[in-house]
T-cell receptor, first 115, second 115 residues
Framework: DTEVTQTPKHLVMGMTNKKSLKCEQH?????MYWYKQKAKKPPELMFV???????INESVPSRFSPECPNSSLLNLHLHALQPEDSALYLC??????????????FGPGTRLTVT | AQSVTQPDIHITVSEGASLELRCNYS??????LFWYVQSPGQGLQLLLK??????LVQGIKGFEAEFKRSQSSFNLRKPSVHWSDAAEYFC?????????????FGTGTKLQVIP
């Protein structure tokens, strides 16, 4: 099973709302990623978690707050977003971040619209 | 720094015709190379990967790619395109010199298939 699941599929939120995106994998992977993808662009890396610890933060604004409660679950908490944050948010996982090489497996994404 | 160039933004082919999507990379060492496909509004699906060994790599859905070190290329091919192959294709190279599983994506090639 190489499935990464993401919920919700679509999310519309106002600029004062607080919401969360959820990602889950059951492949035993110990690295998980959040990407942001704007239309007609490649994915941009936001965060990398390795063994439930934050390894990379690509200078993402603090209105995005990641969380990795356990090795299978990754959340992205959203607060006070701006309309320009509207995008497809993709979660991915890989076996680890060191050694390897290991490919990343992507979820279907959450389409976020900020109004 | 590593980089990936996909020179063709948009390609149109007839159903049943052959396909070649170009990818050129810049990387200081032996690269790890990937091709991903993305249907509209969906996540990325791994088509194939090259880590080492045989330079002709077979993937899913009848795709193959050839690693040519002398040309810094990793072109994707398919002998006969189906209408369902219409999608965005991303070439990627990794990992970053820091050793994390951080891949660099090309800007993508949009494939249109006409009857």
């Amino acid at each position: 099973d190489t499935e990464v699941t993401q919920t919700p599929k679509h999310l519309v939120m106002g600029m004062t709302n607080k919401k969360s995106l959820k990602c889950e994998q059951h492949m035993g992977h110990r690295a998980m990623y959040w990407y942001k993808q704007k239309a007609k662009k490649p994915p941009e890396l936001m965060f990398v978690y390795s063994y439930e610890k934050l390894s990379i933060n690509e200078s993402v604004p603090s209105r995005f707050s990641p969380e990795c409660p356990n090795s299978s679950l990754l959340n992205l908490h959203l607060h006070a977003l701006q309309p320009e944050d509207s995008a497809l948010y993709l979660c991915a996982s890989s076996r680890t971040v060191s050694g390897g090489p290991y490919e990343q497996y992507f979820g279907p994404g959450t389409r976020l619209t900020v109004t | 720094a590593q980089s990936v160039t996909q020179p063709d933004i948009h390609i149109t082919v007839s159903e049943g015709a052959s396909l070649e999507l170009r990818c050129n990379y810049s990387y200081g060492a032996t690269p790890y190379l990937f091709w991903y496909v993305q249907s509209p509004g969906q996540g990325l699906q791994l088509l194939l990967k090259y880590f080492s060994g045989d330079t002709l790599v077979q993937g899913i859905k009848g795709f193959e790619a050839e690693f040519k070190r002398s040309q810094s290329s990793f072109n994707l091919r398919k002998p006969s395109v189906h209408w369902s192959d219409a999608a965005e294709y991303f070439c990627a190279v990794g990992p970053s010199p820091g050793g994390y599983q951080k891949v660099t994506f090309g800007t993508g090639t949009k494939l249109q298939v006409i009857p």
